[in-house]
């Protein structure tokens, strides 16, 4: 195929505007996984667990999450004991599939990268190259 008849790189292709930063934490991924795997809401220490998070890491990825509208938390008593629970808002659940739709992107992309053949050196590179 000549070099007219290829398709011209798309800008931006792999830029993945859809990973979310305040989604693409670590913590905070695993505590969305978490609640969208338990719609009903986790109590505080059973997230605790799940996530392995201290209770301050816990508390303030919880915070943050709750700011961007994500999870929403109430607190109450049982058996005259504190409880918090940590519920995933449907706004959050619309935005984290929309995130997991853009991390399947990625992972596309990069399995049918690895597909391909040694990368030939660029067009105007001249032989015996290297980098420094």
Request: net charge neutral; hydrophobic share 35%; glycine share 8%.
């Amino acid at each position: 195929m000549s070099d007219s008849n290829k398709k011209p790189q798309e800008s931006g292709r792999y830029a993945y505007d859809g990973l979310d930063r305040i989604m693409h934490e670590k913590a905070r991924l695993g505590i969305l996984t978490s609640l969208s795997c338990h719609r009903e809401g986790l109590l505080f220490n059973q997230l605790k667990d799940l996530c392995s998070l201290s209770d301050g890491n816990l508390s303030r990825h919880i915070q943050a999450l709750e700011e961007a509208g994500l999870v929403e938390v109430w607190k109450g008593f049982h058996r005259k004991r504190p409880q918090t629970l940590c519920r995933i808002t449907p706004a959050g659940l619309e935005r984290f599939q929309e995130y997991l739709k853009e991390l399947e992107q990625v992972i596309q992309d990069a399995a049918a990268d690895a597909k391909k053949e040694s990368p030939k050196p660029a067009k105007g590179v001249s032989d015996g190259w290297a980098p420094a």
